[in-house]
């Protein structure tokens, strides 16, 4: 597609409940990441992956948070037994790769946890 | 573990230049700065990054000092469009790995 793609554009959640959020990177894009945007703030690294390898899990916030890209294409984040510090915006991006290349982000999942 | 340091708004009248500045001291050889600018309710959009060398595209131009430890975005004639949240951010690469840092960003609004 011409951009990265995120589904569903908003999401709003229970307080335990699991949710699953899903990024469609570009076409042939390599690099696939997302980030945690809370309110005011500037994004904050989760997760990268190169392909279908998962090679930075360092930014999750706990064991509830998790991510897969299994065909090295689409990417889902799930968050299991949600809670309200869960809320925020999730963001997806995708690059060719390497330094020359710029990262393309989607426009976000907004969970918010009631 | 943001690396950058920017003013938290400024403004500027449409058409002229707008000059965001931004601190990385702490930059290391190998690390890109790039710039992003959001707008709310939308994912961040890529402006324009550099190593050391200044860089000029269609959207803007950077300038980072010889030292390396400070850059300057420069919009050569702002409009109302863009009055955004204009993030430089650090590139870092580790161990295969690879992440943009954010910072607050600085938030910029063009008046007419």
């Known amino acids: 597609g011409a951009g990265v793609s995120q589904s569903p554009r908003y999401k709003v959640a229970k307080r335990g409940q699991d949710v699953a959020l899903r990024c469609d990177p570009i076409s042939g894009h390599v690099s696939l990441f997302w980030y945690q945007q809370a309110l005011g703030q500037g994004p904050e690294f989760l997760t990268y992956?190169?392909?279908?390898?998962?090679?930075?899990k360092s930014g999750l916030p706990s064991d509830r948070f998790f991510a897969e890209r299994p065909e090295g294409s689409v990417s889902t984040l799930k968050i299991q037994r949600t809670q309200q510090e869960d809320s925020a915006v999730y963001l997806c991006?995708?690059?060719?790769?390497?330094?020359?290349?710029?990262?393309?982000f989607g426009s976000g999942t907004r969970l918010t946890v009631v | 573990d943001a690396k950058t340091t920017q003013p938290p708004s400024m403004d500027c009248a449409e058409g002229r230049a707008a000059n965001l500045p931004c601190n990385h001291s702490t930059i290391s050889g190998n690390e890109y700065v790039y710039w992003y600018r959001q707008i709310h309710s939308q994912g961040p959009q890529y402006i324009i990054h550099g190593l050391k060398n200044n860089e000029t595209n269609e959207m803007a131009s950077l300038i980072i000092t010889e030292d390396r430890k400070s850059s300057t975005l420069i919009l050569p004639h702002a409009t109302l469009r863009d009055t955004a949240v204009y993030y430089c951010?650090?590139?870092?690469?580790?161990?295969?790995?690879?992440?943009?840092?954010f910072g607050k960003g600085t938030k910029l609004t063009v008046n007419p």
């Open positions: 992956f190169q392909n279908e390898a998962q090679l930075d």
């Open positions: 991006a995708s690059s060719l790769g390497g330094f020359f290349y710029g990262y393309t």
């Open positions: 951010i650090v590139r870092l690469t580790q161990g295969g790995s690879e992440k943009l840092v």
